[in-house]
Structure formats: C-alpha cells, structure tokens
C-alpha cells in the first residue's frame, strides 16, 4: 500500500489503536509528554548553533527558504513513522528491520550508534561550555587556578550527579517527566533571544544578503538536519501513545514549537550580531547581564535533561545486535551505560567546540530524514 493511502485512511479513522488490544492493557503516555520528548530531544545544540548556520549559508532570506523546505520533509518522515510503526516496531531500527530487512537494520543500527554516541559527547560539550560562563560570572575569569573549579572536573562531578542516574531506564516513558522539565528550560533561551534583540536594537550590525558562492548554501543544511532530527526517538515514543491521533497532535505540537523556536533564534540572532555571531549564540552576548546568566543556567538544565534520552536510542541499537536473551539483562543494560556515558565523558575533553561536532551530526541526521524509513 503506497504512503498516500495509509495517510488517507489515518484520516479516515486516526482514532485506530496504535496496539493490539490483548496488549492495551500497558500503561500510556499523554500526546502532550509525548511531544515534549520529541521536542526535548530535537532542540539544543542545533539551537544554539543556527544563528552562525544562517550566516554560513548567505543570510536570512536564503536560509529561510531551505529552512522550509528541511521542515516539510521532516514532516514527511514524521507522516510515515507515525502511519506504519505498532508494537512490533519499538525502536527505530526495528521499524528499519521490518521495513527494509536485516541488512538496512544493520546498516541503520550502526548509524543510530554513531550519531547518538556522537551527539552525547556533544551535550557534555554544551555543559562544560555553560559551566565556564557560569563560574566566570560567580567566582571571576581566574576561576581556572582553583583546581576543584576545573572545567573537565565540574562536569564529571555534575554529570554524574544529574545525568548518570537517568541513564538505567528500561523504557523512554520514565524520561517524560525530565523532558519535560529540559523543554520548559530551553523555552527561555527561545524568548530571551528576541527581547534582547527588541530591547537593545543594534545598530552597526553587518549582516549578508546573498551568500558568496551558491555552494554556501548548503552549509546550512547539517544544522537545520541536526535540529529536527528526533526520528530516531520518535518511533519507542510513538509506540508508548493509544491511537494514531495521539501521534498526529504530538507530530503537530512538536513541530510547531520547533519550528518557531528555531526561526525566531535564528532571525532574532542573527540580526542581533550579524556576520560576528559565534557558533555558540549565548557566547555572543555579555556573560554579566542577568537575563543571559540564566539562560546558561537554563541550557545547562536542558542538555542534562536530553542525554539520558538519547543514551536509550544509543542502548536500543546496540541491542539489535544482541541476543533476545541479552537484551533484556540488567547486567548487560548496566554495562552498556556504564561504557557508554563515560567514553562519552571522556571524549568531550578533546573537542574544542560543537560546531565541529554538528556538521560531522549533521550528515548522519540527514540519513534518518531523507533515507530512512523512506
């Protein structure tokens, strides 16, 4: 049955259950949680990071318009996860398995690890990034000499305290909570941007009209791909909701909220620092104002929030790789964690920033948009 049928008939009857009913007996999450995963697991570094995206690719007008045109496809994978995944299909690589067959599970298994795997030690670059702004404006830019303030040090001790304890859930569902917390956190960035714009208008501001070579153009697109990309913790997200309803009010009110999240940092930033803005927004601004200082505080939040979430994607793929017997280990769930969140921990001593890290993410997120399930 080709896509276009299967979204006719969701809308012909979108209240038919995502489940068996021997099965409904399971417990369910509200779409509302629901899109507040997606959303916590989309929005973050990306967010941080467009403003410079928009630069790199030629300006606001140029980059709205791809932007566009990420998002419809977005959606459209979004249509075609959320039309075709049941019970059978709890992740994202068994949606693949079912699908495409073992050879593309395998294929997409081994890219849901590198991404993820790649994307956390992104997040405990944010974090140490949000630590350093934070002890420069509490202690002073000499923070540094004290050993016990060290930047690698505060996010060992930190991680371990808020991240780490997350990270054992055997369902996404005991993550709605956190998530939802980390969306309500980045929400301020989100507003806090444009009143700093409309605050404190700038004045000599360089901004680009047209990019430099048309091939600029798509410097944006890792960015915009690494923003929306939450397709992989979609589908176990999808599976935890009732009815397809659900699916189709969290696909709508996720999107939603990214899409005018994004925009409105994007534009706001961009205007605000023109051709000068850094690959991180929140380094662009006065550490020193108040409003800033929180917004650290509150992407802080946010990024502790969203690794646990992503370590599950993480653990589910290396699990298609498992036995039925040892998937469903405590030991080796505990295992993979442990080996996972702290290679991770490790590896972040060694990036300098995230934009590095975004555009190697961004062409492995381009592949669960444009690729897969498609």
Known sequence: MSVQSDILSLIINESEPLISPDIKKKSHMSWIMAAGLIVNAAMGAGLLNISKAYDDAGGIIISSILHAVVVLLVIGAYAILFVCCDQSTSSFEKFVL????KIWQRVCSVCIILYMY???ITYFIIIGDQLDRFLTFAVGEHYCSHWYLDRRLMIIITSMFL?????FSKTIKFLQVPSMLGVLAIIYVVIMVPIQYFL?????VIIRKSPESWTDIFLVLPTMCFSYQAHVNAVPVFVSLKT???CFKATLASTIVLVCSYCSVAVCGYLTFGITVDHDILMSYDPKLAPVLVAVIMVA?????????????????????STKHEEHTIKHRIIIVCLWFFTTLAGAVFLPNISLAIHYLGALAASFIFIFPG
């Open 98 to 101: 079912i699908k495409c067959g």
């Open 118 to 120: 790649g994307l956390s």
């Open 163 to 167: 991240v780490f304890p997350l990270c």
């Open 200 to 204: 404190h208008p700038p004045t000599d």
């Open 244 to 246: 397809r309803a659900d």
């Open 301 to 321: 939040i946010k990024t502790y929030t969203a690794y646990p979430v992503n370590l599950f994607c993480g653990r589910t793929a290396i699990d298609s790789f």
